[in-house]
């Protein structure tokens, strides 16, 4: 008996049906945004009473940011390992991600170089003026930050169809332009604000949405 050849709307019906599936087997536990939302958040707001009550810090908090990379990585694996289907648009994602992280890094590494180099100054102006309200260059540095935290989630927002993320990355790109006019301390409550809206709230909801799936599968 002769197979019947598939017509063109049977045979884009077949295709949509395997594009459906694929995004239902589409795994996003919300753990990684939860992670850094939570560690963003968290440093942010230590870094606020550091300057705000002049606490003393054993260590850089900014290092917890640092060390947070290595539950990323294990997170990473086992999210593609729970992954049954994988979108071309997921490896889009993964680079648009590495270039953020690659993005951070350098931004810090040129607000230090920069920072080191200008602050002597204007703390040598603020000896010779008498002038004490003089912002030093951290008060700028942190609205670079705060940019390129914009961009990656609004893009991952859009993607996904997430419009809570995408919100979080426009304020991300509003408490940029806003620390330009603020002094740095606020300039991390800011900060706070933006990674809890764009990273820890919508990871929270991502999560939720995860188990409540995982248990109608079960």
Same mark, same amino acid.
């Given at each position: 008996m002769q197979e019947k050849p598939l017509t063109e709307q049977e045979s884009l019906m077949i295709i949509q049906q395997m594009i459906n599936r694929a995004k239902?087997?589409? &795994?996003?536990? *919300?753990? *990684?945004?939860?992670?850094?939302?939570?560690?963003?958040?968290?440093?942010? !707001?230590v870094q606020f009473c550091i300057i705000h009550f002049r606490? @003393? +810090? #054993?260590?850089?908090?900014?290092?917890?940011?640092?060390?947070?990379?290595? #539950?990323?990585?294990f997170i990473s694996i086992r999210e593609r390992r729970e992954r049954k289907a994988k979108g071309w648009d997921d490896d889009v994602m993964g680079y648009v991600w590495l270039c953020f992280g690659i993005g951070v890094f350098v931004i810090n590494f040129i607000n230090n170089v920069a920072a080191d180099a200008f602050n002597p100054i204007v703390s040598d %102006? =603020?000896?010779?003026?008498?002038?004490?309200?003089?912002?030093?260059?951290?008060? %700028? *540095?942190?609205? %670079?930050? $705060?940019? &390129?935290?914009?961009?990656?989630?609004?893009? @991952? *927002?859009?993607? =996904?169809?997430? =419009? !809570? +993320?995408?919100i979080g990355g426009i304020v991300c790109w509003l408490s940029a332009i806003i620390s330009a006019f603020t002094i740095t301390k606020f300039?991390? $409550?800011? +900060?706070?604000?933006?990674?809890? $809206?764009?990273?820890?709230?919508?990871?929270?909801? !991502? =999560?939720k949405k995860y188990l409540q799936g995982k248990q109608q599968h079960v």
């Open positions: 239902s087997d589409f &795994v996003d536990t *919300g753990i *990684g945004p939860i992670l850094w939302g939570a560690v963003i958040t968290f440093c942010s !707001l606490w @003393t +810090m #054993p260590f850089d908090i900014w290092l917890l940011a640092l060390l947070a990379i290595i #539950p990323q990585i %102006y =603020r000896e010779i003026t008498g002038k004490a309200d003089i912002p030093n260059f951290w008060t %700028y *540095g942190s609205a %670079y930050l $705060l940019f &390129v935290f914009g961009y990656p989630t609004i893009v @991952t *927002g859009a993607a =996904r169809k997430f =419009r !809570l +993320m995408t300039d991390f $409550l800011l +900060m706070a604000v933006s990674a809890a $809206l764009a990273w820890l709230v919508p990871g929270i909801i !991502l =999560r």
